[in-house]
Every structure is written in structure tokens, then in C-alpha cells.
């Protein structure tokens, strides 16, 4: 016969066993070991009375899989409760159905957090692409890929992207991802970090993003700064196309900043470059030198010698006869032989002449020969305004 003692030792052992017993329900996520595993099933230690069984088909829903391959004795796991029958003693176990809530859950609390995660890219489809999210599929519309437009979708497939959760649906599993606030909130760290220590002089880098008929828009980390035409190159330029691409990474110096307004002046005009800096050496006043016509202005006409030096034909300097309007007698793209006036190198800025470039007796020639064919001589230039014209 029991004593009293033993008899209280056995209820001990029950009542810790019913206790067991009521914290585990149907429907409950549990956190188990792995005891053994074989090709249909895997045995899980879960802390109850007996051992949970996990199928195959409740690991994995890859029907090839291999379960010794999923996984090994000793390994921790969640699983979800499908089946507690306790007259029979039996725990049937589903670690897919677990991994669903706990995903589930993690997605619902990045989205009320605003947190961000890397998903990779893993199919185009109509409008978006399609993402892995916790064994979910996620889209992100084309619109939410990026800050910029996007002209071909494939170029994201198998890409790993920084992304935010912007729109879930519970009932329909739907979940709606955005790359694009993501940027946005980067770009506007690096433009505030920007404006902070940006200065005038600042030599940076910089992504063109658009190239317009005026200039060209620099991308200089959330912030774009415009390259005016005229400071694309000490050469004179119609487009700014012939200097740069959308898409070129380039170096600029910063001329002025204007947080106010917004504004950032560049230039890509490199100092060492500057055509101006040697001017004194390599010409002087009284050299006959041949140039293009660049620009043709009321009163007079720019003549480029070289890359970027260019000087200026007062409308008296162009003819010893008198002239209405300097377009009468000049196009741009004229190849003309000019003298050497005057050379301001600190102002940038130098004085020719034409006319008195055509008597070869008062300059010094520069670029060519007394006997060359090369340049237009006034004769050349002002044959057909003179052709029908009587002289006494």
C-alpha cells in the first residue's frame, strides 16, 4: 500500500503534468527541438508530455525535398499547433503554417514601424515586379522602383533593393512595396548634409541627370546643380550635348549656392585648362593670327583663335569702308585673318582687327605663311558686296 508521501509525490507529477498540458492549445506557435528526422517526418521535442510530429508535407512545400535535408536532430524551430488530441496523445505539428504567422507578423510590424529590408527582385510582371518577403509575394509597382523613371523593368530582375512596406492587405495577402520612398528619404539626409557644408569653390562629383539646351543638371548626391552652357568648356559651344551625356560622372567646382532659392551654380571649366593663363606668352599685340567667326552681334563680332580664346571685332575694325551692320559682311563659321590689337589676360578679353589684318606689311604672322591660301583676305570677303559697284 502507497504511504501518504508517495501518494502526494504522484499528484505533484500529475498536477505538472495537466499544468503542461493547459499551456499548450490548438493554434499556438511553440518553439521545439528537433529529435529525429527521417524521409517522411521529423519528431519535435515541444516540451509537452509527448513529442509533436512534423510531416513533410507541413516542413516544406517542395514535394522532392529531401526532409534529412531540411533539417538535422538538435535544430531549434518554431512550430504551430494543428493538432492536440489528448485522449490519443497526439501532436501533429506544421512548421509552413508557423513561418506564415511569424512572416506574417514581422511584415505588419515593419509596416507600422516604417522600417526598411533588402528583398531581391525575382520576376517581372505587368506594371512591377515581384519580390520574396518572408515566403510572401510582394510587388512593387514600376512607379515605386525608383526616384527617377524606369525604362526597362528587366533591369531590376535578381537585383537586391533596399525597400519599405507602403500598403497591406491581411485578407488577401497583399503586400505593396516602395524602393522609391526609400530614395527619398536618403536623398533628402544627403541633401541636408549637403547644404550644411557645401561652399562656393567646393571641387566635387557628380551623375549628369539632364542635359538641356542651356546647360546641363548635375546630380550631386540629392541635390542638382546647373552647369550653365558657358561653363561647360573654355570652347565656345552651341549644345551642351557636344561636352556631355545624361548619365556622365563628372568633377565641377561650385560657383554659388543658394539654399534660399535652391540653387547651386557649377562650373566643369578646369583653372590649369584655361587658354587665358599663357595667352601673354604665346601671342602679342601686332600678330596676324587666323580664327573662326563665333558670334555676330550689332556691333561687331567674336573671332575664336584657339580652344577657348576668343577676341572681339569692333564694327569699325572690320572693313575700311563703311558698313551698315556687321552680318552684312560676316557669318558664323567664317575663317578669318584678324591682328592682334590688344590682350587683356586678367579681364579674359582681347581687341582684333580685320582690316588691318589684310595688309600683311603690319603684323607679325602666326599659324601660317606670308604665301598661305588659309583665311580670308577683305577681298575674299567682300567681293560679292562689291561685284556690281562703280568706282571713279
Not at 149 to 171: A, G, P, Q
Not at 215 to 230: M, T
Not at 241 to 265: C, F, L, Q, T, Y
Request: glycine content about 8%; some cysteine; hydrophobic content about 35%.
Amino acid at each position: 500500500m502507497a504511504s501518504d508521501k508517495e501518494v502526494n509525490s504522484m499528484n505533484e507529477v500529475i498536477d505538472q503534468i495537466d499544468s503542461t498540458m493547459g499551456n499548450v492549445k490548438n493554434g499556438e506557435i511553440v518553439k521545439g527541438k528537433v529529435i529525429s528526422v527521417n524521409d517522411k517526418e521529423a519528431v519535435v521535442d515541444i516540451g509537452y508530455m509527448v513529442d509533436g510530429v512534423l510531416p513533410k508535407s507541413e516542413t516544406c512545400s517542395d514535394e522532392n525535398a529531401n526532409m534529412e535535408d531540411l533539417l538535422k536532430a538538435g535544430d531549434e524551430i518554431y512550430v504551430y499547433i494543428v493538432e492536440l488530441n489528448k485522449g490519443e496523445d497526439k501532436l501533429m505539428l506544421s512548421k509552413i503554417k508557423a513561418d506564415e504567422i511569424r512572416g506574417w507578423n514581422k511584415i505588419e510590424n515593419s509596416f507600422k514601424n516604417g522600417e526598411t529590408f533588402d528583398v531581391t527582385v525575382k520576376e517581372v510582371v505587368k506594371g512591377g515586379v515581384l519580390a520574396d518577403l518572408y515566403n510572401f509575394k510582394a510587388f512593387i509597382p514600376a512607379s515605386q522602383l525608383s526616384i527617377r523613371y524606369v525604362k526597362n523593368l528587366s533591369d531590376f530582375l535578381d537585383k537586391t533593393l533596399t525597400v519599405k512596406v507602403i500598403e497591406l492587405d491581411k485578407n488577401r495577402h497583399n503586400i505593396v512595396l516602395s524602393r522609391k520612398e526609400v530614395e527619398q528619404l536618403e536623398a533628402e539626409k544627403k541633401a541636408e548634409q549637403l547644404w550644411n557644408n557645401i561652399k562656393k569653390g567646393d571641387e566635387m562629383e557628380g551623375t549628369v541627370s539632364r542635359v538641356t539646351g542651356f546647360g546641363a543638371f548635375v546630380d550631386l548626391g540629392g541635390v542638382e546643380g546647373l552647369v550653365h552652357i558657358s561653363q561647360l568648356s573654355w570652347k565656345r559651344i552651341k549644345n551642351p550635348s557636344e561636352v556631355v551625356s545624361e548619365g556622365d560622372h563628372v568633377k565641377v567646382s561650385v560657383i554659388d549656392a543658394d539654399r534660399e532659392k535652391n540653387r547651386i551654380s557649377l562650373s566643369m571649366k578646369r583653372e590649369e585648362d584655361n587658354p587665358w593663363n599663357d595667352v601673354d606668352e604665346k601671342y602679342k599685340v601686332n600678330d596676324v593670327v587666323q580664327g573662326t567667326v563665333t558670334k555676330v552681334i550689332n556691333i561687331g563680332a567674336f573671332v575664336e583663335i584657339e580652344d577657348g580664346l576668343e577676341g572681339f571685332v569692333h564694327i569699325s575694325e572690320i572693313s575700311q569702308d563703311h558698313i551698315a551692320k556687321p552680318s552684312d559682311v560676316l557669318n558664323v563659321g567664317d575663317v578669318v585673318k584678324v591682328k592682334i590689337l590688344n590682350i587683356n589676360a586678367k579681364a579674359n578679353r582681347m581687341s582684333l582687327s580685320i582690316k588691318d589684318a589684310s595688309d600683311n606689311s603690319k603684323g607679325n604672322f602666326k599659324g601660317y605663311s606670308d604665301n598661305s591660301d588659309s583665311g580670308v583676305t577683305l577681298g575674299d570677303l567682300f567681293k560679292d558686296k562689291f561685284k556690281n559697284m562703280k568706282f571713279d
